[in-house]
T-cell receptor, first 117, second 121 residues
Framework: NAGVTQTPKFQVLKTGQSMTLQCAQDMNHEYMSWYRQDPGMGLRLIHYSVGAGITDQGEVPNGYNVSRSTTEDFPLRLLSAAPSQTSVYFC????????????????FGQGTRLTVV | AQTVTQSQPEMSVQEAETVTLSCTYDTSESNYYLFWYKQPPSRQMILVIRQEAYKQQNATENRFSVNFQKAAKSFSLKISDSQLGDTAMYFCAFMKHLRVPSGGSNYKLTFGKGTLLTVNP
């Protein structure tokens, strides 16, 4: 059971370049989200999805795009990389219990360290 | 909007001793979840313990326990018999208690800024 898989683990981009951070989960979870972690800031929510075809913005969505065409995959796109997007990025997933209640435990990927120069 | 505050940026403890990490939060919700996550140097986020606000009993997981004071909006983590492997960044987090059908929103984890715990030999 792979859980949540993020690729790549490390990436260096030049300002203005675009790229996609991949996230896949094999647990059939409905809820997926992307966070960025910056020193002294904790984790901040970028975008999230409550199911295939449904996405919404978090706290810090500017400069990022997401889509959810399948339950398994939730890629994060940087449209035009900026130095301010240098950060560690985490993907997480969670699921709803049979009774409809959101089971709040989030399973995290191992993170992507992105540097924009 | 919810906020989570961890007032101790760094703490240290001697191996085998007990340490308490503080967390306070602000919300107008009456039902919600609270969590402590551990992030060791490997960067992996690991769930340590979870508390549901409607439960009065404090959660425990082996050497980890919480002191949940709902009226005071306080959620501290106690680590007993500290081990070198407990050295990590610890994050307190909040989530609303939701019942939503597919297509619902407001699924959000709000994190504190973290406390770096060092366990010394």
């Amino acid at each position: 059971n792979a859980g949540v898989t993020q690729t790549p683990k490390f990436q260096v981009l030049k300002t203005g370049q675009s790229m996609t951070l991949q996230c896949a989960q094999d647990m059939n979870h409905e809820y997926m989200s992307w966070y960025r972690q910056d020193p002294g800031m904790g984790l901040r929510l970028i975008h999230y999805s409550v199911g295939a075809g449904i996405t919404d913005q978090g706290e810090v969505p500017n400069g990022y795009n997401v889509s959810r065409s399948t339950t398994e995959d939730f890629p994060l796109r940087l449209l035009s990389a900026a130095p301010s997007q240098t950060s560690v990025y985490f993907c997480a997933s969670s699921y709803r219990s049979i009774g409809g209640q959101v089971l709040a435990e989030a399973f995290f990927g191992q993170g992507t360290r992105l540097t924009v120069v | 909007a919810q906020t989570v505050t961890q007032s101790q940026p760094e703490m240290s403890v001697q191996e085998a001793e007990t340490v308490t990490l503080s967390c306070t939060y602000d919300t107008s919700e009456s039902n919600y979840y609270l969590f402590w996550y551990k992030q060791p140097p490997s960067r992996q986020m690991i769930l340590v313990i979870r508390q549901e606000a409607y439960k009065q009993q404090n959660a425990t997981e082996n050497r980890f326990s919480v002191n949940f004071q709902k009226a005071a909006k306080s959620f501290s983590l106690k680590i007993s018999d500290s081990q070198l492997g407990d050295t990590a960044m610890y994050f307190c987090a909040f989530m609303k208690h939701l019942r939503v059908p597919s297509g619902g929103s407001n699924y959000k984890l709000t994190f504190g800024k973290g406390t770096l715990l060092t366990v010394n030999p």
